[in-house]
């Protein structure tokens, strides 16, 4: 809530500046503010999930938390899908469960336009510590007009990350930027050039934002994975142990929801089914990332 807060109290400076303070306006803009801010709740209505959006408690997932962590063998491996809800969000979510590893799923606002896709939403966010709920934007940058988006001003582009936050019910202020790996990281943001105002102006109002260190691509109207299953798995190893990596022995991966949507759900399967044959390998979700500041919404 301070983070809406923030970024609507920017907003409510800049507009007065330019209406020279009348006090009409300001009654106004207050009592709009008031409002707002009166009907923003958290509380999440439980909705009648479909029938693929079952909660399978029979799986047992593994407990990360009995994990020594001062055990430096262990590699720290983060699944995280992009764009959902949408085809192939609850394939992912199965094929993590039957599995019983951990996973994240940045989701957009928009997307969860009907009751199917809204429950899927709440799917997500029930099943933690299995999966964790995370933003990415309400409108996934204007739809895709990156350049417009990065080059608005900061605290007009944080409202898509605030409209999403409320409209999905997200608990914590943890974000991905639409096509960018930008992070903030220990009150530090990095990343590519044009998103570091926005990075600069979330990560001041309490958001963390995590970028990624490998992509499984894809490709085609139907979003066809380019790579194999056993590319990926080659691709995690070599990078694990690598300098490579935006926090040594901790992996983000970014994939997407849709990719597994159909016959390609088999390479996830055989991705995630190998790599957790590896004793050494913890599966965790991005909340558990080290250095976050973690503040709820």
């Known amino acids: 809530m301070f983070g809406r807060l923030y970024i609507f109290a920017a907003n409510f400076t800049s507009f007065m500046s330019r209406m020279n303070g009348d006090k009409r306006y300001l009654l106004l803009l207050t ?90 939403v709440d799917t997500i966010f029930r099943s933690y510590p299995f999966t964790f709920l995370a933003n990415h934007s309400f409108t996934h940058a204007y739809e895709n007009h990156y350049k417009k988006f990065y080059s608005s001003l900061p605290s007009l582009s944080a409202l898509d990350f605030v409209r999403a936050q409320d409209s999905l019910h997200i608990p914590y202020r943890i974000v991905r930027f639409p096509g960018n790996s930008t992070w903030s990281l220990h009150d530090k943001v990095t990343g590519p050039k044009p998103t570091l105002k926005l990075g600069r102006y979330l990560d001041s109002s309490g958001y963390d934002i995590i970028g990624w260190d490998v992509e499984w691509s894809f490709r085609g109207k139907h979003s066809a994975p380019v790579q194999s299953a056993e590319t990926m798995i080659n691709m995690v190893n070599n990078y694990i142990n690598s300098d490579k990596l935006k926090t040594a022995k901790h992996l983000v991966l970014l994939s997407h929801d849709r990719m597994f949507n159909g016959a390609s759900a088999d390479s996830l399967y055989r991705f995630i089914a190998t790599l957790r044959k590896n004793p050494h390998y913890v599966f965790e979700t991005i909340d558990k990332y080290p250095g976050l500041k973690k503040n709820k919404s």
Do not use: W
């Open 31 to 120: 009592t709009l503010l008031i409002l707002a801010f009166c009907s923003c709740t958290n509380k999440r209505g439980y909705l009648i999930s479909q029938s693929d959006t079952t909660l399978d408690e029979s799986v047992k997932v593994t407990d990360t938390t009995a994990i020594n962590p001062n055990d430096t063998s262990l590699r720290y491996i983060y699944l995280t899908f992009d764009d959902g809800p949408q085809l192939g969000t609850m394939n992912c979510y199965h094929i993590c469960k039957s599995l019983g590893v951990k996973a994240s799923f940045f989701m957009i606002g928009e997307h969860a336009g009907t009751k199917h896709l809204k429950s899927l």
